[in-house]
């Protein structure tokens, strides 16, 4: 077995408040090690490669840890985007070519969807 590797990225999403929510995604979310920010314009994306990638982060704030709540990030990202805007996140990635796992998560201030695109699901 060899690890899996692949690629995160996000759409260009409109934020009320760049500089609050560059400090917020910074802070709190942790999709992983590799991944960079970028903020300009009134506009957000972040994207980059990563060991088990995944279009969901993990999520810290001071009280509890939320693994991979998906309910619990959208909530807290809603706050953040300008309205009509919606967040949008694919991850891909395989394992020697093999085993290939492709995630995709949408948040809008109505919902949340996420896709597990990997064959046979």
Same mark, same amino acid.
């Given at each position: 077995?060899?690890?899996?590797?692949?690629?995160?990225?996000?759409?260009?999403?409109? &934020?009320? #408040?760049?500089?609050?929510?560059?400090?917020?995604?910074?802070?709190?979310? %942790?999709?992983? /090690?590799?991944? =960079? $920010?970028?903020?300009?314009?009134?506009?957000?994306?972040?994207?980059?490669?990563?060991?088990?990638?995944?279009?969901?982060?993990?999520?810290?704030?001071?009280?509890? &840890?939320? #693994?991979?709540?998906?309910?619990?990030?959208?909530?807290?990202?809603?706050? %953040?985007?300008? /309205?009509?805007? =919606? $967040?949008?996140?694919?991850?891909?990635?395989?394992?020697?070519?093999?085993?290939?796992?492709?995630?995709?998560?949408?948040?809008?201030?109505?919902?949340?969807?996420?896709?597990?695109?990997?064959?046979?699901?």
């Amino acid at each position: 077995m060899a690890d899996m590797y692949g690629a995160i990225r996000s759409n260009w999403f409109g &934020v009320k #408040d760049a500089e609050a929510f560059k400090t917020w995604f910074e802070e709190n979310c %942790h999709f992983g /090690d590799e991944i =960079e $920010l970028w903020v300009g314009d009134g506009r957000a994306a972040f994207g980059g490669y990563e060991q088990y990638p995944s279009a969901w982060p993990r999520y810290q704030d001071d009280d509890d &840890v939320h #693994d991979y709540d998906l309910e619990y990030f959208a909530e807290l990202v809603r706050v %953040h985007l300008k /309205d009509g805007e =919606e $967040l949008r996140v694919l991850a891909a990635g395989n394992e020697k070519l093999r085993y290939v796992n492709a995630t995709h998560l949408v948040v809008t201030h109505e919902a949340v969807t996420f896709n597990d695109l990997t064959e046979g699901n």
